[in-house]
Nanobody
Framework: QVQLVESGGGVVQTGGSLRLSCVSS????????MGWFRQAPGKQREFVAA????????EVADSMKGRFTPSRDNAKNTGYLQMSGLKPEDTAIYSC?????????????????WGQGTQVTVST
């Protein structure tokens, strides 16, 4: 069974940076796309970024373009989300997820496996 575990969250000040990691085990990581989503208290889960299985195609939500960058290292079965220029509105639980097909990548529906999430808090 596939398991995903996020790490790297924490508390940072406005304008700071964090890099989240998502380690996959129990499956064939190299054959799957990885997406990143976030959810703040009282709000809907929203798409953050995604990267295809080869790591040469990425998608980033419009409001986060230029600040957030997904990447991956298939040799380590790990995906990353580099975040910079963080704002208080970025405060949320960030989760990684994987799916086989590179379609409807911005929707959480269709993703097969999910991590537990890691908390990112951006203070003012």
């Amino acid at each position: 069974q596939v398991q995903l575990v996020e790490s790297g969250g924490g508390v940072v000040q406005t304008g700071g940076s964090l890099r989240l990691s998502c380690v996959s085990s129990g499956g064939t990581f190299r054959d799957h796309a990885m997406g990143w989503f976030r959810q703040a208290p009282g709000k809907q889960r929203e798409f953050v970024a995604a990267i295809n299985k080869f790591g040469d195609i990425t998608e980033v939500a419009d409001s986060m373009k230029g600040r957030f960058t997904p990447s991956r290292d298939n040799a380590k079965n790990t995906g990353y989300l580099q975040m910079s220029g963080l704002k208080p509105e970025d405060t949320a639980i960030y989760s990684c997820a994987t799916k086989y097909f590179w379609i409807q990548i911005e929707s959480p529906l269709g993703y097969d496996f999910w991590g537990q999430g890691t908390q990112v808090t951006v203070s003012t």
